[in-house]
């Protein structure tokens, strides 16, 4: 196989779309995330700016059109804008689509850096618009930079979609007013339901809300119509007739999505993973940093396809594991 060869996996699923993790830490400690004394990677087994460019070239040359910088908190990383001007460099020739989720808390000191290196959207964390509840959630108090990077970003140019994990019993009674203030502001809104990756305190399901749950609330507030609107993802979306403003559904556990997944991540230390809830991958810090690293590179990436598996298998009930040991924070938000 070419080192140019397109990434399609054993189901016939071309993969197009590389969620790819720059930094374990965060900012931020949001409960249903990690713990409160999280620990990170040391810094040496973190891959280079220099490294992840060289993944990112490399992934487009393989058919990958859209790149998602994720952590973590991407943007706490050092000299992050140096690698988002780098990889946007190559929009238009090949990469279709450069992005980044954030949790918003340094985004207006960034957000005219990040529009002037030609990203045009990108995603922004907010579960509640309460203070006290966002420091609940989050063991910080930051609500406030995060609605200045949002206000930021907008007057940046750029498009900001919202992010909201729903939580049992702690903001699912916000999360119209939620969606009020996003389509308010031209902002759509994503729902997501919380993901059984990594230990935290308490039980995951003392958190899960299924979002069929809360579609059939806000049905019952507003005229919600299908759309064909789709950004690469697996959020599937709606309009709302009397906002005009979209909202999204990701439903890991009540609606499985991946028939038609096209995605694959890597994380800070270069593990590829080839399912976010599944175990197989594959090393490319190794790749990376080997005496070929072009000719492994190339092997691991089919290696990846090879072994990606048809679906996930997430469950979440009292007593059980998490899915996969590894914080979302480790794999890439």
Not at 186 to 205: A, N, Q, S, Y
Not at 209 to 224: G, K, S, Y
Not at 263 to 276: F, N, W
């Amino acid at each position: 196989m070419s080192c140019s060869a397109p990434l399609v996996d054993a189901f016939n699923r071309r993969i197009s779309y590389l969620r790819l993790s720059v930094t374990d830490r965060c900012d931020l400690r949001c409960s249903y995330c990690m713990p409160e004394l999280m620990e990170f990677l040391p810094k040496k087994d973190v891959l280079s700016l220099e490294e992840l460019h060289k993944l990112g070239l490399a992934f487009i040359d393989r058919g990958i059109t859209k790149i998602r910088l994720t952590g973590g908190e991407p943007l706490v990383r050092r000299d992050m804008v140096q690698l988002i001007k780098a990889l946007g460099r190559k929009i238009g020739e090949g990469l279709e689509e450069l992005t980044l989720t954030t949790n918003g808390t340094r985004l207006a000191e960034f957000a005219d850096d990040i529009a002037a290196a030609g990203v045009k959207r990108i995603n922004v964390s907010l579960d509640t618009m309460d203070g006290e509840l966002f420091q609940q959630l989050s063991r910080r108090d930051r609500l406030v930079q995060v609605l200045q990077g949002i206000a930021a970003a907008k007057e940046a140019g750029l498009k900001v979609k919202i992010n909201t994990v729903a939580l049992k019993d702690t903001n699912e009674g916000e999360i119209p007013f939620l969606v009020e203030w996003a389509h308010a502001n031209g902002h759509d809104i994503t729902l997501i339901e919380v993901m059984p990756l990594g230990e935290v305190e308490g039980e995951r399901v003392d958190h899960y809300l299924p979002l069929p749950v809360i579609r059939d609330r806000l049905e019952a507030m507003w005229t919600l119509e299908e759309s064909d609107y789709r950004t690469g993802g697996p959020s599937r979306y709606v309009t709302v007739r009397e906002t005009g403003g979209r909202i999204g559904f990701i439903t890991p556990l009540t609606n499985n999505f991946c028939a038609g997944c096209n995605r694959i991540r890597v994380t800070a230390t270069g593990e590829l993973y080839a399912c976010l809830g599944g175990s197989e991958k594959v090393d490319l810090r190794s790749a990376l940093r080997s005496a070929d690293p072009e000719t492994n590179l190339a092997a691991a990436l089919d290696e990846a396809m090879r072994i990606k598996p048809e679906r996930h298998h997430f469950e979440i009930a009292r007593g059980s594991f998490p899915a996969q040991p590894r914080h979302m924070s480790m794999t890439g938000g």
